[in-house]
């Protein structure tokens, strides 16, 4: 025999769960500090200096 599913509440359980993984995206993009957002600003220009550094011209 087949459960029953109350569809509202199904419905709102699906909403809370998509709420709280946008939520921790939000998390993990927003909530650093200003130090951690100019060292991971740094580290990634660091890396892109690397890379343009080891570019071969062949021409």
Do not use: C
Not at 8 to 33: D, I, L, M, P, S
Not at 34 to 39: E, I, N, P, R
């Amino acid at each position: 025999m087949a459960d029953i599913v109350n569809l509202r509440a199904a419905r709102k359980r699906k909403e809370r769960e998509t709420a709280t993984a946008t939520a921790a995206a939000n998390r993990a993009q927003f909530g650093r500090t200003k130090a951690q957002k100019q060292a991971s600003e740094m580290d990634a220009e660091r890396l892109d200096r690397t890379l343009d550094g080891a570019k071969r011209d062949d021409g």
